[in-house]
């Protein structure tokens, strides 16, 4: 009954990009930057999740907008898995690529912001003894924002993530 209207197998492979790609990417921020397994994994689950969202609402929003040729090729690869481009998918995918990585980067950036806000004051150095750990057997996290390199840590995990989804859909496709 619902299987003519709701595509469930774009649906379904949806949700196997999504946790491929937070696993990738923590994995990979974790590694990169150096930082704790649950927070890295939350900043990836958080950022993939509102580049999924935004995504699908620019879908939306842009396909009703174009051509009815690029509309049937569009459709027809999202929900039939029917490619009649390689090139505009090529370019496309090039597009969603860079988008993604822009958009994970501000999304990051708006967590810790939004993070750092919601944490309690923080104690002053001079209230701090230097030779008394404030946690036992934990160092204590640096804030995610001034950790180096963060962009191009952003940047490897979404190639990575990116990569091996291209790999899923490839062997989806070919297979």
Known sequence: MFTDVLPL??????????????AIEAMVLQNYLGIGQKICIQYAATANLVVTIVGWLIFFLVEPLLPVVLKVQLIGYVFYDRISSPVLLIILAFIIFISAFLLKLVTIEGLDRIL????????????????KPRFKGR???????????RSLAILWANAASFSAVTFVLAVRTYA
């Open 9 to 22: 197998r774009a649906i379904l492979f949806q949700l196997l990009f999504i946790v491929l790609a937070i």
């Open 116 to 131: 750092d806000i919601n944490q309690p004051t923080r104690e002053t150095p001079d209230k701090i003894t230097p030779n």
């Open 139 to 149: 160092a204590q996290r640096q804030p995610f924002s001034e950790l180096p390199n």
